[in-house]
T-cell receptor
Framework: GENVEQHPSTLSVQEGDSAVIKCTYS??????FPWYKQELGKGPQLIID?????GEKKDQRIAVTLNKTAKHFSLHITETQPEDSAVYFC????????????FGSGTRLQVQP | ETGVTQSPTHLIKTRGQQVTLRCSSQ?????VSWYQQALGQGPQFIFQ???????GRGNFPPRFSGLQFPNYSSELNVNALELDDSALYLC?????????????FGAGTRLSVL
């Protein structure tokens, strides 16, 4: 089955710096890659997603890039703020419609004021 | 807020007992997926329900079972609880359209098995 690896496990940056989280996936048939943010005591919240027919997607300070050949995708957060501190998960799924998500192990991002 | 609600928020059970967790999906969503999230790990897929039938299952034993009701709400049942079942159980709802798989999560139920 699909395997998603995520790095780093922890990341500490200064407020205003950029943060980059990287994931690799094993199944070349995967075609949907969402990123979730999970704050303490809450469920994962979708922050951005990308499909395999697109190489890059941006939403304000957040961007995601996808390299299908290398089977990796990355989350980029610019101008980080203390409220960006949380655990971030990448995920992958394949097919259309109703499909399970395979998650990475998470990255704990801490933004120092 | 995603509109996905789960109950109860916390639960304590002893080994060997049975537990039922509940999930109300976001309005208009017809698919519910359940995930188990152990401490410090990413969520793991348990199973998915679409139109009241199981539509895919992860690597979980048969003592994990579920139901989906006509209003698309869902239950997760776990029999013969084991210590390793202690985790956050997440429900995600989605609208099954061709090419779409956006899943919205509830806040979860934290289950502790003693």
């Amino acid at each position: 089955g699909e395997n998603v690896e995520q790095h780093p496990s922890t990341l500490s940056v200064q407020e205003g710096d950029s943060a980059v989280i990287k994931c690799t996936y094993s199944d070349s048939a995967s075609n949907y890659f969402p990123w979730y943010k999970q704050e303490l005591g809450k469920g994962p919240q979708l922050i951005i997603d990308i499909r395999s027919n697109v190489g890059e997607k941006k939403d304000q300070r957040i961007a995601v890039t996808l390299n299908k050949t290398a089977k990796h995708f990355s989350l980029h957060i610019t101008e980080t703020q203390p409220e960006d501190s949380a655990v971030y998960f990448c995920a992958a799924s394949k097919g259309t419609g109703r499909r399970a998500l395979t998650f990475g192990s998470g990255t704990r991002l801490q933004v120092q004021p | 807020e995603t509109g996905v609600t789960q109950s109860p928020t916390h639960l304590i059970k002893t080994r060997g007992q049975q537990v039922t967790l509940r999930c109300s999906s976001q309005s208009g969503h017809n698919t519910v997926s359940w995930y188990q999230q152990a401490l410090g790990q990413g969520p793991q897929f348990i199973f998915q329900y679409y139109r009241e039938e199981e539509n895919g299952r992860g690597n979980f034993p048969p003592r994990f079972s579920g139901l989906q009701f006509p209003n698309y709400s869902s239950e997760l049942n776990v029999n013969a609880l084991e210590l390793d079942d202690s985790a956050l159980y997440l429900c995600a709802s989605s609208l099954a359209l061709a090419g779409e798989n956006i899943q919205y999560f509830g806040a979860g139920t934290r289950l502790s098995v003693l």
